[in-house]
């Protein structure tokens, strides 16, 4: 997707500087009236179409940042919660400091991720973005770009100057080999699965990989059909790992939580 967005800027730019090139030609009196206006035509429809996929990349990194905000909000409150405990004497130190390492580390992985995010919705041009060099379009471009911010010169005697050529057709795509998923989960637990509005709740899902190779699993924590986060473990053959979520207690009622294709019940029950 940051490539998406970093190569819908350098189509922006380069139509911009097209349209600056034109506009030049025409001040010289270098192109008749009907390739200015063909030209014109042409680099501005390039123009919209860029600015178009641009609002629909930032949308979608935008709908990214509302969900990593719900799950920070999340892990805050879960400290929260872990910290009151503790002042009021209920959790020993040691229980404290081992059960705070785990939301410490999410809300320290969400906030970068936060703020990744918000530098991407917020960027304005290709340099902001920074992506691993290819030797694609983009790349060509934006190497044409970096060589000291120099712009063609273009001279009344460019009489021979003709639009640049189509881009080549894209590469089919090669449909991706089929690997058998060799994980599952073996167990999913609720801690608590009948709780109050705004109390913390865990989710604690073991997935085991029964393959011979070594699997990266994305474990998908869903509530009524919704996701609400994920994680990313390492398995080893024949191991297991566990992966928990959290959430808290909203309007009563009961709520269909699943992690992956494992599903059970939470319960919010009114207040007393």
């Not at 130190?93 to 410490?104: C, F, G, R, S, V």
């Not at 063609?152 to 089919?172: C, G, I, Q, R, Y």
């Amino acid at each position: 997707m940051e490539n998406d967005l970093r190569t819908a800027f350098l189509n922006k730019e380069r139509a911009e500087l097209f349209l600056s090139n034109l506009e030049k030609l025409r001040n010289d009196k270098s192109i008749n009236d009907l390739s200015y206006t063909a030209l014109k035509t042409e680099y501005s429809v390039n123009l919209q179409h860029a600015q178009i996929k641009i609002d629909q990349v930032k949308q979608e990194f935008k709908k990214r940042l509302a969900l990593r905000s719900r799950q920070l909000g999340v892990f805050k409150q879960e400290m929260a919660n872990l910290d009151a405990r503790f002042k009021v004497g209920q959790m020993p130190a040691e229980d404290y400091l081992k059960q705070i390492k785990n939301p410490q580390k999410k809300a320290s992985e969400l906030e970068e991720q936060i703020a990744h995010l918000t530098s991407l919705t917020e960027a304005k041009t290709s340099a902001e973005i920074s992506v691993p060099e290819s030797t694609g379009l983009a790349s060509l471009f934006s190497s044409r770009l970096r060589q000291g911010n120099r712009q063609p010169s273009l001279m009344p005697s460019d009489l021979s100057w003709t639009p640049p050529p189509a881009e080549p057709e894209p590469l089919k795509e090669i449909p991706p080999i089929e690997v058998p998923d060799t994980t599952s989960i073996s167990s999913l637990h609720i801690l608590p699965d009948r709780a109050y509005p705004g109390s913390s709740i865990g989710i604690i899902a073991t997935v085991t990989n029964s393959g011979h190779e070594k699997v990266q699993h994305r474990a998908e924590f869903k509530i009524n059909g919704r996701i609400e986060a994920v994680d990313e473990v390492s398995i080893e053959p024949g191991q297991s790992r566990e992966v928990t979520f959290m959430t808290v207690g909203g309007t009563p009622g009961d709520y269909n939580i699943s992690v992956d294709k494992a599903t059970g019940v939470l319960k919010i029950m009114p207040p007393a």
